[in-house]
């Protein structure tokens, strides 16, 4: 059984209760003994000097050092072996981790494509006096570009009335007004006029 740690509170002749101070002083007493009582630890042995090839050679021309005695040293095991070359341990490539891009640096990167303008062009330098618009260029390009839109629309429509079982595949007077209006024909009766206006 283990001996107890226990630290009387009271003195065991008058059963006075001994104070804190008092306590604390046998505690730390006990404690010191503890640590006195413990065995301490044995030193490790030296071991043997182990000698290299240049100090041997040295006592063995200085004459301190006889070849029988350097025999007595190799079967003992004190000589230093020459120590075998460690291959270098190959380091593995480490790859870059590709990481998505920020909202902030996508922003950057479309920012500055747009300043190095379309490919091929390069970078877009600005010049001192201002670019007029060729305002019966842009009119003519719109007008081309409503006439187209306009046919495409008429096609839609045509297909849709011609081919619906609810108009019969005739044209309302509405639809005829309508088709005249985006195709630019006086009159439309068929679906057939519809398409060749549009060709």
């Known amino acids: ?22 306590r604390k002083a046998a505690n730390k007493a006990k404690f010191q003994a503890t640590l ?29 050092m006889t070849l029988k005695a350097l025999r007595a040293e190799a079967a003992a095991g004190t000589l230093l072996k020459p120590a075998s070359k460690r291959k270098a341990k190959a380091v593995k490539g480490t790859t870059a981790k590709v990481r998505k ?7 950057a ?16 330098t600005p010049t001192s006096t201002p ?3 060729d305002v019966s260029t842009a009119k003519q390009v719109s007008a081309a570009q409503g006439e187209r839109n306009r046919r495409k629309h008429a ?36 679906y057939e006029d519809v398409m060749a206006a549009s060709l």
Not at 101 to 107: C, K, V, Y
């Open 131 to 133: 670019r007029k618009a």
């Open 109 to 124: 990167d479309k920012q500055e494509r747009a300043a190095h303008g379309p490919k091929g062009v390069g970078p877009i």
């Open 101 to 107: 891009a920020t909202p902030q640096e996508r922003t």
């Open 36 to 64: 006195t009582s413990k065995p301490k630890r044995k030193p490790a042995k030296a071991s043997a000097p182990v000698r290299n090839a240049e100090t041997i050679l040295q006592d063995l021309i200085a004459g301190r």
């Open 155 to 190: 096609m839609k429509l045509a297909t849709k009335w011609a081919y619906s079982s609810t108009y019969g595949g005739q044209f309302l007077p509405e639809q005829q007004a309508e088709l005249m209006r985006l195709t630019g024909l006086t009159e439309v009766s068929t």
């Open 1 to 22: 059984m283990a001996q107890p740690t226990y630290t009387p509170t009271h003195c065991p002749q008058t059963g006075r209760k001994f104070t804190r101070a008092e």
